[in-house]
Nanobody, 112 residues
């Protein structure tokens, strides 16, 4: 069984930055795909970012140019660097490993 644990969320002012971290039990190199999703209160879950070992990254239009996803197989970590945060980025952020292994989420709140 794969355990996925997100951390790094918190409260930040608009324009600020946060880096989310996703820890994976065992070897992350077993999995090519890593993704981040988010869900705001009262809204459906939405795609944020995707990376695939050796392949291109992909981002939602709403975060393109502000967020960067990275995968560190040596540390069994996936990161989401979030810059120029906006109040509409407020949500619970979820890490997904290998398309099917979800974490419990970490809350990000951006104040105006």
């Amino acid at each position: 069984q794969v355990y996925v644990t997100e951390s790094g969320g918190g409260l930040v002012q608009a324009g600020g930055s946060l880096r989310l971290s996703c820890a994976v039990s065992g070897s992350l190199s077993r999995f090519n795909a890593a993704e981040w999703y988010r869900q705001a209160p009262g809204k459906p879950r939405e795609f944020v970012a995707y990376t695939n070992s050796g392949g291109p990254t992909n981002y939602a239009d709403s975060v393109k140019g502000r967020f960067t996803i990275s995968k560190d197989n040596a540390r069994n970590r996936v990161y989401l660097q979030m810059n120029s945060l906006k109040p509409e980025d407020t949500a619970t952020y979820y890490c997904v490993i290998g398309r099917v292994n979800w974490g419990q989420g970490t809350q990000v709140t951006v104040s105006s």
